[in-house]
């Protein structure tokens, strides 16, 4: 996934000169290196605009529980094979 990093100090790209302050699209660990380097910021990615709202749905005032099972039933032994050690009571 790639990341939009705004340019501190200038580095270079593909043989091309990024210039501080502008803004560049690049792969996340590249980002990561430039970010610890000092050389580039992370962009802040702009929040989505708020869909409009719809008629709400009432929820139910509380959900309902599920009933609790007293005892859960044990599961079955592996049948013993040739190279199992014998089980301690």
Known sequence: MAKDVIVVRAFCIGGA???PGSRVNVGDG???????AG???LAQVP????????AAVPAES???AQP???HVPERPRPAP???MRPRKP
């Open 62 to 64: 509380e959900p309902k």
């Open 68 to 70: 609790r099972a007293e």
């Open 39 to 41: 050389k580039a910021e």
């Open 81 to 83: 094979t040739p190279n």
């Open 17 to 19: 000169r990024q210039e």
């Open 47 to 54: 929040a989505p605009e708020p869909k409009a709202e719809t």
């Open 30 to 36: 590249l980002a990561a290196e430039l970010i610890s």
